[in-house]
Structures are given as C-alpha cells and as structure tokens.
C-alpha cells in the first residue's frame, strides 16, 4: 500500500486519469505546488487506484468521471473516510450537480489550475479537521433570526409527519425523502413555493437526524440587511463596525453540532456567497473583524423559493455554492397540487387557534368547507393558515361558516373548469341539448367571471341569492368528487 512508507502526515493524491498527458499534469501541479504534504499517485484506470488504495481512510482522490465509468461509480471508489474530487471536462452544471450528488467531496471542472487544484485538496484535508467543537466561547450569543425550538408549525399533536398535516401522496413522497436523508450529513436544498412548508421540512430533517436536542438555527438570508448578513452568519468582534459593541456569535457558531437552515439562500449577496462557500468546504470562518478561525460541524439545510436553476443562470447564485448545497434536493409541492391535503389543514389551523383562543368552533360549514377547497391559495398554506386564524379571531361558533371567510378570497375562488364550458352554443338540434344543470352552471360562470370572481355581484346580477350560488357550487364540487 503506497501509504504505508510515508510520514504520518503525507496525503496521497491519487490522480485517476485515462489521459496520460492529464496523470502528468496534475502531478506536476502537485509536486510544484509548495504544499509537501501532498504525494500524487497516478493510475490509469479505477482498478489500479483500488488496488494503490485510493480508498484507505485519509486519501484524497482526483477521479476523471470518464475513466472511473461515470458518477455512479464516484461511491464504490470513495472509502468511509477518503475523499473524492471528481474531474471531467465537461464542466457543466449538470455533471458537477450529478457528482456531488453521488458521493464527491468535490468537482473541479478540466483544465485544472493549480490554484483551484490546491484549494480543493486543502479543503478535503480541512474536512477532515473540521469536525471539532469551536475552542472559542460564544461571548454574547447572537439570537437566531427565527426561534429555532420549538416548532410553529400548526397543531404538531395533530401532524401527520414531523410537524407536517397532509396525507396526499405527494407529501408521502416528501415524508419519505426526509426519513432517508435526516440521517446523512450531506446538504439538503430545499424549493418549493413560498408557504409550502419549507422551514417545517427543515426541522423534520434536523428532528428525524435525531438531532432534536442540538441546536437547529434558521437565518433567513432576505430578511437580513446585506451589510448585517456576514456578521449574523459568522458573527463579530466589538468594534468591527458602528454599533457592534460586544463580540458576537453568529449562526454559524449556534449551530455547531447541530443545523444551520438557510432560508432564501438564493438572495444572498454574491460575495458573501463565496464566503459561504469556504466556510460549507472548510467548516471554519472567522467572526467579522476577528482573526481567530473557528472550526465548526455543522448540518447545512438550505431552501429557496425561486428556481435556483434559472438562479444559477441569471448569475444570482454562484454555481460553485449551488452544486456543493444541492446534494439532496427536496421539491416541496404547491397547495393547490395537493387538494386533499387543503381541509385537513384548515381543519387542524381551526382546532388550534380555537383553543389558542378560546372558541367554540370544531369544523367547518358545509359551503365553507366547499370554497376553501376550491380555491388556488397562491400563497399556500401560510394563506390558509392566516385566513383561518382571522376567522378564529374575529368570529366565534361551533361551525366556521362561508360568510366568515374574508372577501377577497370567496370572491376569486377559481373553479374547476367545468366540461360544459367550453364551446357551448345554443341547441338547435336534439342532440345538441345540454342538461339545464349544466347550461345553469355556465351561466353562473359567466357571471362570475364578468365580476371577477365577486358572487355577492354576481348574485345580485344573476337576481338570485348569493347563498344559491355558494350552495350550487357545492353541488358542483360533490359532482366532481362522487
Ligand atoms: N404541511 C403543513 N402542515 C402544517 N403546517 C404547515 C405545513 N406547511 C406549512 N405549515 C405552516 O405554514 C407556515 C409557513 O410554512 P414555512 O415557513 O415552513 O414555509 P416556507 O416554505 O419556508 O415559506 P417561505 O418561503 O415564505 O419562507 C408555517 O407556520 C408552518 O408551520
């Protein structure tokens, strides 16, 4: 084994290359590159490099992903400890993306600077030293952004998973992507709309890691001014700047042992992206305006409402910070995508906010139950949530009823597009006659949307009570369901 004649701290670079212009580069870069701890080990073909031992604890690998057979071979190369940097010269984001996830350290894109070179094999080095307490007291301990414990979440006594209320098979496919992944260190990237619970899969992460009594700190990176932003990841030193008067703790340092949540990661300021960066390979940082490195073991759960792709592309997000924090990608689905999920919740937020407030409600009315289905909720379950606890607030009863929802929302619930809508024409012929149900519901419709959405108009409009209109659409919606 090519480790065994070695100082104890020499590190084989095993440099796995088909090329043999590629093996001689590197290892040149290597060899010149100052840092003598580094010993390249060039193979042509992963079975040599198995057989060198690239897999030993403490090896560091720079793996051509055409020479090893693609990314899905990235796992059987890397041993419990080594740590691989994959290569290849189709830079893209894609292959970057497809590498980390199966297993690398690392992707340095072909041709290979010695600069990048030797950052990428400081790193892997320094994630090895990386899991170490901070050696430095927190002094003043910064307040995360957003209470880390316990969960908001709505009625967590009544949650179907972690915190989370819905049983659609959508929400089963994300309960069981966190059940697999809470246990890994690797980053979690998180998207969904804004309200879709983004946050409560975090902390279902974090719980289910069997984390729960560690630290789980949320910093959301659009709330934060960008000048403040450094100091509340890495904290500061009294006297950094105007106003900061005592030394600092920054989420980072919070989290240590447990999990940093990075909430609207994609509106960070880009250089402080990179800052980020060093910190997510190296896991040290210094406070703002300090000088001691502070090493921590931190679990990175990030999340965005935006499409980090199209993020990436703008260059709003740095590409590099993209693909080292999209490892384990979780896509939250919108309310509306999960209608039977809508009323369970609504039903959950209700029963809590009675008791929180003291109300006799215990469900919904039948028309109401109808129109919160219905609607579209563009801003997800936080919307429904706040609706709902309106109606707790401002009502009282043992039945929430339509007349208690707010306005606007009745007045834009957008229906399900009934098939008699389109293309309906006065029956000239017998066949052509469509039920007086049917044609009754276009009417309606089209009065609907001549008021935008508003039945009380409508109603008045059509001459009919607005009451007709909700207890049609429930006949409507029972239609669709039965
Ligand atoms: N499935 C769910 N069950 C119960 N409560 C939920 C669920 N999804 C979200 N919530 C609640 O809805 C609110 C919004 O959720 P959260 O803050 O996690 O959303 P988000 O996707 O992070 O939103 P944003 O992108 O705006 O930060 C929270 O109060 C949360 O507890």
Redesign the pocket.
């Known amino acids: 084994m090519v480790n065994d004649n070695h100082r104890q701290d020499t590190i084989d670079v095993y440099i796995v290359d088909a090329d043999a212009a590629q093996r001689r580069v590197l290892a040149g870069l290597i060899a010149g590159s100052g840092a003598d701890r580094y010993q390249a080990v060039p193979c042509a073909t992963s079975e040599e490099a198995l057989a060198a031992g690239c897999d030993s604890s403490r090896a560091i690998m720079l793996a051509d992903i055409d020479t090893i057979g693609g990314a899905g071979h990235i796992a059987k190369m890397a041993g419990a400890s080594s740590r691989v940097i994959a290569t290849s010269a189709a830079g893209s984001l894609n292959v970057a993306v497809a590498a980390v996830k199966a297993g690398a350290f690392d992707f340095l894109p072909k041709p290979i600077g010695a600069k990048a070179l030797l950052q990428g094999l400081e790193a892997a080095v320094s994630s090895w030293n990386g899991c170490v307490e901070t050696t430095a007291s927190a002094d003043t301990p910064a307040r995360p952004s957003r209470p880390s414990a316990p969960?908001?979440?709505?009625a967590s006594e009544e949650?179907d998973f972690a915190?989370?209320?819905?049983r659609s098979p959508a929400?089963h496919a994300v309960y069981e992507q966190i059940r697999r992944m809470a246990p890994s260190r690797a980053p979690v990237f998180i998207t969904?709309e804004?309200?879709?619970?983004?946050?409560?899969a975090a902390e279902a992460i974090h719980r289910h890691a069997g984390a729960g009594d560690r630290p789980f700190v949320a910093l959301?990176c659009s709330a934060i001014p960008r000048e403040l932003m450094e100091s509340e990841i890495f904290g500061h030193v009294r006297g950094a700047f105007t106003g900061a008067s005592d030394n600092r703790a920054g989420a980072a340092e919070l989290a240590n042992g447990g999990t940093l949540f990075l909430?609207?990661l994609a509106e960070m300021d880009l250089g402080l992206q990179a800052k980020l960066l060093r910190f997510i390979q190296t896991g040290s940082f210094r406070r703002v305006g300090g000088n001691e490195l502070k090493k921590v073991d931190v679990r990175i759960v990030s999340?965005t409402?935006r499409d980090p792709f199209a993020e990436v592309e703008a260059g709003r997000f740095r590409a590099d910070l993209f693909y080292r924090l999209h490892v384990l990608p979780i896509a939250?689905p919108p309310l509306r995508d999960r209608g039977e999920?809508i009323l369970p919740?609504a039903e959950?937020f209700l029963r809590r906010y009675a008791r929180e407030e003291g109300r006799g409600f215990r469900g919904f009315d039948g028309e109401a139950a109808a129109l919160i289905r219905l609607c579209a909720w563009p801003g997800n379950?936080?919307q429904l949530?706040n609706v709902v606890r309106r109606i707790v607030v401002l009502h009282d009863g043992s039945e929430a009823t339509a007349a208690m929802l707010p306005p606007d929302l009745t007045g834009n619930v957008p229906l399900a597009p009934s098939p008699v809508t389109a293309g309906l024409h006065p029956a000239r012929t017998p066949d052509a006659i469509v039920p007086y149900r049917d044609q009754e519901r276009l009417i309606i419709e089209l009065a609907l949307a001549a008021f935008d959405g508003n039945i009380p108009r409508a109603a008045a409009a059509l001459e009919i009570s607005a009451s007709t209109i909700y207890r049609k659409r429930q006949t409507w919606l029972d239609r669709l369901s039965a």
């Open positions: 969960s908001t979440t709505a949650a915190g989370f209320v819905g929400m969904g804004s309200g879709t619970g983004k946050e409560v959301n909430d609207e999340a409402n939250l999920d919740l959950a379950v936080r949530q």
